[in-house]
């Protein structure tokens, strides 16, 4: 009976896994682009809480910290651009990341593998189609 436990919480951990790089491949990178430009600290925030990953916020943060001293010096210009664009270019590329691990393209794909048991789509059967000279019935092989 031991011997299940472990088995049942690697598994448990692999698809909690594989259910978070899944989430990381679904951001659409120009939405996010957009929303860290007109709502930097909340999008930082909103995308790491989604994404179960919590680095490109506190890279932003750590930015920010650096960028008050010089806040002084060039009127703020470098507070407000450094620190969202640190945290987009970290979750752009964590999600092209995790896209090529998937071995997928897009979003799109990400949310079918979400919604569709965790696997890539499949490619459709392909159907022959078969006529009969002597009749004018198709017949269908699989």
């Known amino acids: 009976m031991t011997s299940t436990i472990p088995n049942d919480y690697q598994s448990y951990l ?4 594989q259910v978070k790089a899944i989430k990381q491949a679904r951001v659409r990178i120009g939405i996010a682009w957009l929303a860290h430009m007109f709502a930097a600290p909340i999008s930082s925030l909103v995308y790491s809480i989604k994404t179960e990953n919590y680095v490109p916020v506190l890279a932003a943060t750590g930015v920010a910290l650096v960028a008050v001293p ?9 507070l407000a651009v450094a620190p969202p664009v640190t945290s987009a270019v970290l979750i752009q590329t964590k999600a092209g990341e995790r896209r090529r691990q998937l071995g997928i393209f897009g979003p799109e794909a990400a949310d ?3 919604f569709g048991n965790f696997a890539p789509q499949a490619q459709p059967a392909k159907v022959e189609v078969t006529l009969n000279n002597n ?3 198709a017949t269908r092989v699989d």
């Open 14 to 17: 692999a698809q909690k896994e």
């Open 70 to 78: 010089v806040a002084a010096i060039d009127l703020g210009l470098t």
């Open 135 to 137: 009749t004018s019935e």
């Open 112 to 114: 079918a593998m979400m």
